[in-house]
């Protein structure tokens, strides 16, 4: 059996679209290796959305190359953004690159690997995965990504992801539905839904509440103990979608809403609208329809035209917004966006000491508002041994996203991988929780949300 190694970048909707990949290589035969320097042939998936991440799946492929140079690696297959936006120019400049594929093709990878450059590239514009397309999931065993659209119709200065993933187009509802069965069938517990824009999906086949009805649908789903919502758009987001969000027991209290700025002449030239005043009326009325909710949400620094007015804008915004988790981006021009003929006139060193403000602020309110878990008993996804060791498991509660917020440290009790149980917060840090676990707490966090199912069905 041919041994295939993989290396995957970028965020969750590209590690979606590596796993399609891996379930059709083993579904065709392939044997999937964690050992890079094994692999008789190796996939790079890329990202190109911003100059580091396009600098990462650069770095990726020269390793692979190096690799393919030294052992065992007789192909090497670059997939992915990075392909979409300079396909020509890797081939022509990477000699030991053998074939390039974009986010269209994926599910020839197979054929790819044995055609090498000669494999004609998928024309559709409207390619979606589906609930029958094989995946092999990386993540850890309870927990999953579930892409429910693909590409994005919004034209944001700064992005140059419709030109590389196309218009929206949405799977239906009942083909997500479908995908969820199957992967609670696996052993998933926990399903975060990502797209461009989960907000606007549905728009594309008329029907603006197509999230509402998901959400609702998602709520009926056997075994399914908890899902969340990512990347939401502000102006998308509707009072129906809300309160299906508050009155559907296993859709997490979470909300991941990329802002971007709060200067309103910034929001303008980034062609997203909005100000300072209007987003936190917004952020008022989600915590009032869902009490409790824990919201994350983007900023950029440094874009065209950021002077110190407009930066103590979104300071002044962060600080009175209180966001359970931020993540901060410093600007970078991308061909391809309108933004790009602006130019890069903020410094870079501008630019990064703005980031450290930034996350200085929000480091200070995380820190209170995870003390406030502290004597709190909560359900926990227990995943496995930490990275740094194995002396420690860690978990995340409903409002830690896997892989971009914070975890539960768990330091005492009986943790059981796989499973939520309940454990007691007994202190607290800027971003972890540490915790011990129940005794008893797997089969009182199970009745809790039998109850709850019966509850919802007039049970």
Known sequence: MTKVGFMSLGCPKNLVDSEVMLGHLRLKGYQITPVLEDAQVLVVNTCGFIDAAKRESVEAILQAAAMKQQGACEKLIVAGCLVERYRDELMAEMPEIDACLGTRDIEQIAEVIGAGAAFELNPNPDYLYTEASPRMLTTPKASAYLKISEGCDHACAFCVIPRLRGGQRSRSVESVVAEARNLVAQGVLEISLVAQDTTDYGRDFGDPDALE???????????????????????????????????????????????????????????????????????????????????????????????????????????????????????????????????????????????????????????????????????????????????????????????????????????????????????????????????????????????????????
């Open 213 to 459: 009805k998901l959400v609702r649908a998602l709520g009926k789903v056997a075994g399914l103990r908890w899902f969340r919502i990512h990347y939401a758009y502000p102006n998308r987001l509707t009072d129906g979608l809300l309160h299906a969000l508050a009155e559907t027991p296993n859709c997490t209290r979470y909300l991941d809403m990329p802002l971007q700025h709060a200067d309103a002449s910034l929001l303008k030239a980034m062609a997203r609208g909005g100000s300072r005043a209007q987003f936190l009326k917004l952020l008022e009325k989600v915590r009032r329809i869902v009490p409790g909710i824990a919201l994350r949400s983007n900023f950029i620094v440094g874009f065209p035209g950021e002077d110190e007015a407009a930066f103590a804008e979104l300071k002044a915004f962060v600080q009175e917004a209180r966001f359970d988790h931020v993540g901060i981006f410093t600007y970078s021009p991308e061909e391809g966006t309108s933004a790009y003929a602006l130019g890069d006139p903020v410094p870079q060193r501008t630019k990064e000491a703005r980031k450290r403000r930034l996350l200085e602020l929000q480091q200070k309110i995380a820190r209170a508002k995870n003390q406030a878990f502290v004597g709190r008993t909560i359900d926990v996804l227990v995943e496995g041994a930490h990275e740094e060791t194995d002396l420690i498991v860690k978990g995340r509660h409903q409002g830690q996203a896997p892989d971009i917020d914070g975890n539960v440290l768990l330091v005492d009790g009986t943790p059981q991988v796989n499973t939520i149980q309940q454990v007691r917060i007994v202190k607290a840090h800027a971003y972890d929780l540490i915790g011990e676990v129940e005794a008893g707490g797997l089969e009182s966090s199970t009745a809790a949300y039998e109850a709850a199912v019966r509850a919802r069905s007039g049970i």
